[in-house]
DNA sequence: ACCTCAGATGTTAGCGCTAACAATGTTGCC
DNA sequence: GGCAACATTGTTAGCGCTAACATCTGAGGT
């Protein structure tokens, strides 16, 4: 199977054996409709004898569109940016693209810059980009030669179209269910500072208690570890110890959580005979701690699919200063997803869009919350 | 800052504005000796104003290179994989390669076969394949169209060069150390059959059980997830209740771990003080879990920084029936990671070339385990 | 002054593909 | 039968870049 002896066949190759042009290969790969079924079948029948494939680098020379989408991540290692970008790749491919990944190093500006350079050498045509941060999400905000960019779990104000998950309707669910257990207040063990998972479900706990005409207590802000858990589970304990009303924890991961387990297990508080547990993530480990963790469940398969549906709609919507603008139409035009939530979405005339899609989260009760007889301490 | 009104700056608007030739652009691009110092000031001038950045597809179709790697993985959502996927990135990102991925939906031929396919669709010089269970490798094996590969946790036999964690030497450290503990024997809860990583477990397992003449228990396989841990400690809790001596379990991975501490629990058997546990993986959870767990620590990062280096080696050897191969020559040569392990690297000439490099896994002991008075039950 | 040679630059010819247009053959309709 | 409309194919001209070769300078040796 060589012509050109050795060397990678190309349409040309291809043409010769079929005995038709370069352009009627063109035509058949691209299935353009005025080519003879007899034709056709010739061509791919050579196309096979050849193990003849496009070469995609050519393709994009002349058509100006790479069919890359590129996407930022910071620490795909925990969990919930894992499973993000996982469906992101899946929801991708099904759409056609290609994706190509930088892990942030850090979450300085320098570092989105440089990712940023690094995906804009490499002719992505739109980018997502998983950005928890207020700062990096704001560093992506000015940074205006990586569009069309869809910021996943991204915040408001950016100007950027966004994907997230209603952390706040998540976290307003949980506080909600233990106060409903009969807990006069619940406490709180934050996400780390900056991050908007973490504000948005200090937000929706902070809502629920006011709600509910709840005390508020001071919120302890960790950094998503374990470790960190751990620590604020252990102060919490010591307050406990000295006699304050500590009866029900809204943690803001799972991960935290176990460390708050760990902690209040070693200064012998029962989980949740006397102190009730709230996670966030269901991670598939929560089901199985000693006790089971009652959590808020994510729809990251959900968020994958809107992220790409946003950024399609985006690129088919034209406009932008994008340097991959091809002259052709798009594909899948007005593919957006539902758009929901209470925040402003003007974009009825895709003028300002300031789309924001947002992606339910769902309370799953386990054994680490039990009913609280009403009363003082 | 617009030759071209509007449209991306190409080499020749630069060359115009620097007043040289497109061609001399390109030889400071590409950092040619011959210039004049003068000559780069003004044409690096030129292309800061105008924002110019070189076209990829253009480059790559000329040069018949493009820098692109292709990574093939496997629900990317465990934490090995994860951790693996984002050191290979970042390992490629510093050898000044892209990465593109794809998440194998399954684990059937047909989708091998889909995914390689994309990766050569997309013009990969070369691949990675976190390829943990045997019937992949085998697939990716045959498939000679994806070439130069690596296959990571590979395992022998395919041809392929490999890049793995020890994970027979873990788990032959994690059983030992049970033994050493006074256990007469260990029990083991093992990974998913046909996960190349489970059975090197088993391996290991059993190595150290026969070297120290201890009876071996038939190993009980589970599918890695908690659920599965928790249903083979049930059984392995049942057993003891019906009197078998069961006295130490290692545990595959530490998410099952997690089950099985939780099966233990409800049953009333203390860890350590019943029966001691070891995992693998270290998770960061596992040093906050009730109780902490030993478990066997692998050395992700250096599995990704080898992988990377085997496969640049690979591509500069040259040779292998890759459609891009180029005909200038490589870079790093000779970049290949230390070989070690016990196998068969014949890779003195490049001729056999079964390289296969082993990287570390070291144990993290914690409180799972404790002392155990010798003596039947 | 002549020639040589290397340094610095420009010119030309593709890489493999698609778009635009041109050139056929084919059908249908009055 | 003639002519328009269409279906089918071929031809040509780039896309933006790099490699190879051609050209032009000026320094150095004799």
């Known amino acids: 199977m060589s012509e050109r002896d050795g060397r990678t066949p190309v349409m040309a190759d291809v043409a010769r054996l079929a005995g038709v042009s370069h352009q009627t290969v063109s035509r058949v790969l691209n299935g353009h ?9 010739r061509v791919r029948a050579a196309i096979e004898e050849l193990g003849y ?14 069919n890359l989408l590129g996407v930022l991540a910071f620490d795909s290692t925990l969990f919930g940016p894992a499973r993000t970008l996982a469906a992101i790749e899946n929801a991708a491919r099904e759409a056609g693209y290609f994706v190509s990944i930088v892990n942030l ?14 995906l804009v050498e490499q002719s992505v045509e739109g980018c997502i980009a998983i ?28 100007g950027l179209p966004v994907v ?4 706040e309707g998540g976290a307003y669910t949980a506080t909600r269910h233990l106060l409903d257990l009969g807990h006069r207040t619940v406490h709180h063990i934050a996400g780390k500072r900056d991050w908007l998972e973490g504000e948005a479900r200090v937000e929706g706990w902070r809502r629920a208690l006011a709600e509910a005409g709840a005390p508020v207590p001071e919120p302890a ?12 589970g252990l102060r919490l304990a010591g307050e406990r110890a000295r006699g304050a009303e500590v009866t029900a924890v809204f943690v803001a991961n799972d991960q935290m959580s176990i460390g708050v387990l760990r902690a209040f297990h070693e200064h012998g508080i029962g989980v949740p005979g006397d102190v009730s547990v709230v996670g966030f993530d269901d991670i598939p480990e929560a089901e199985y701690l000693t006790p089971a963790l009652t959590t808020v469940w994510q729809d990251f398969d959900q968020v994958g699919r809107a992220s790409i549906d946003v950024l399609l709609a985006e690129l088919s919507d034209g406009g932008g200063p994008s340097a991959l603008r091809p002259p052709v139409t798009r594909h899948r035009p007005g593919a957006a997803a539902s758009r929901r939530g209470g925040t402003p979405s003007t974009d009825a005339s895709g003028a300002v869009s300031s789309v924001r899609v947002v992606v339910p989260a769902r309370m799953r009760i386990r054994h680490s919350t039990a009913p609280r007889l009403p009363g003082p301490p």
């Open 105 to 118: 190093d850090g979450i300085t500006r320098e570092a989105v810059v440089e990712a940023a350079t690094y």
């Open 53 to 66: 494939r496009r070469n995609p680098s050519a393709r994009a020379l002349v058509t100006r569109r790479t």
């Open 221 to 232: 802000y960790g950094d998503w570890s374990p470790r960190s858990g751990y620590e604020l």
């Open 164 to 167: 997230c998950v209603d952390q």
């Open 131 to 158: 950005a928890p941060q207020r700062a990096v999400v704001e560093a992506l905000a000015d940074l205006s030669g990586l569009r069309p960019l869809v910021a996943v779990e991204g915040g408001e104000g950016s």
């Open 33 to 41: 409709p005025n080519v003879r079924t007899e034709t056709v079948v």
